[in-house]
Nanobody, 118 residues
């Protein structure tokens, strides 16, 4: 099993910044992707960003490109999401997830609330 624990959410004004962290523990895999997703009230969960653990290749949703940056700390088994220039529409519960075999995200964290006020 894999455990994912997010932190760093909170309340921020529009234009502000937050940094989310996700610590992974438990079973390890030879290569896997780590991702961030979010879900706003009344909306489906949506992809935000991902990073490959071995090579650090990144991907972003169009809505966050240029504002969010994903990174990983291999020694600490941690993934970060630096969120700048936050907008009210970024308000959501943010989830960290792990894709151990390249096919689908199997493991999920409990989520952390991000609220951006206008």
């Amino acid at each position: 099993q894999v455990q994912l624990v997010e932190s760093g959410g909170g309340l921020v004004q529009a234009g502000g910044s937050l940094r989310l962290s996700c610590v992974r523990s438990g079973r390890t895999f030879s290569s896997y992707d780590m991702g961030w997703f979010r879900q706003a009230p009344g909306n489906e969960r949506e992809f935000v960003s991902s990073i490959t653990w071995n090579y650090g290749r990144t991907a972003y949703a169009d809505s966050v490109k240029g504002r969010f940056t994903i990174s990983r700390n291999i020694a600490k088994n941690t993934v970060h999401l630096q969120m700048n220039s936050l907008k009210p529409e970024d308000t959501a519960v943010y989830y960290c997830a792990a894709n151990p075999d390249g096919s689908r995200y199997t493991y999920w964290g409990q989520g952390t609330q991000v609220t951006v006020s206008s």
